[in-house]
């Protein structure tokens, strides 16, 4: 157990729903990231928030959407996703950025 | 420009028969590098980090990794391999004084323990 809880740990979606993936930390961190991790495919960077600020995004379509409500909180959220988007979506936080990170669990999104 | 290269996608040992990861690094700047485990369907989790202290760093489950300057190298080893070793290891390098968008993850190395 790491500190940084994901949910739900697993979701199946159509291409034309939305949902939402919800990352909680309590470790008292102030960064916190979204990244995901395709098969065969480094883990790739999505989205970084810094004291509630949102300081990165590489480059990811709009079809994924983040929110931070405060600095505990990290919401994904998502609609009409394609195939290609199934992977496994992992949330870390860090005391600053570019600290050591700690993960989620994950959430599998399988996109049908 | 940093990078982090880890030279094996693949390790298979043997249960109790050493454990070598080799990662090779750059960096404009004087980095922190970290070693991550991953376990299937699991998140990631650290297993040791060097940030300008020690250059032999200990972590947990007895691995170890060696900074070496002059090779840009950091590999991870461990003396003798257990079944629960076997999962997706990756390395990691955020150059010193940048923030976590130039964290940069290494492709991971499986590896595999046989009985």
């Known amino acids: 157990e790491t500190g940084v809880t994901q949910t739900p740990r697993h979701l199946v979606m159509g291409m034309t729903n939305k949902k939402s993936l919800k990352c909680e930390q309590h470790?008292?961190?102030?960064?916190m990231y979204w990244y995901k991790q395709s098969a065969k495919k480094p883990l790739e960077l999505m989205f970084v928030?810094?004291?509630?600020?949102?300081?990165e995004n590489n480059s990811v379509p709009s079809r994924f959407s983040p929110e931070c409500p405060n600095s505990s909180h990290l919401f994904l959220h998502l609609h009409t996703l394609q195939p290609e988007d199934s992977a496994l979506y992992l949330c870390?936080?860090?005391?600053?950025?570019?600290?050591?990170?700690?993960f989620g669990q994950g959430t599998r999104l399988t996109v049908v | 420009a940093q990078s982090v290269t880890q030279l094996d996608s693949h390790v298979s040992v043997s249960e109790g028969t050493p454990v070598l990861l080799r990662c090779n690094y750059s960096?404009?700047?004087?980095?922190?590098l970290f070693w991550y485990v991953q376990h299937p369907n699991k998140g990631l989790q650290l297993l040791l980090k060097?940030?300008?202290?020690?250059?032999l760093v200990k972590g947990i489950n007895g691995f170890e990794a060696e900074f070496k300057k002059s090779e840009t190298s950091f590999h991870l080893t461990k003396p003798s391999a257990h079944m629960s070793d076997a999962a997706e290891y990756f390395c990691?390098?955020?150059?010193?004084?940048?923030?976590?968008?130039?964290?940069?993850f290494g492709a991971g190395t499986r590896l595999f323990v046989k009985a």
């Open positions: 870390a936080s860090s005391q600053w950025e570019g600290t050591e990170a700690f």
């Open positions: 470790l008292g961190h102030n960064a």
């Open positions: 928030y810094s004291l509630e600020e949102r300081v």
């Open positions: 960096s404009s700047y004087s980095p922190s």
């Open positions: 060097y940030t300008s202290a020690a250059t």
């Open positions: 990691v390098v955020t150059p010193g004084g940048a923030g976590g968008f130039k964290t940069i």
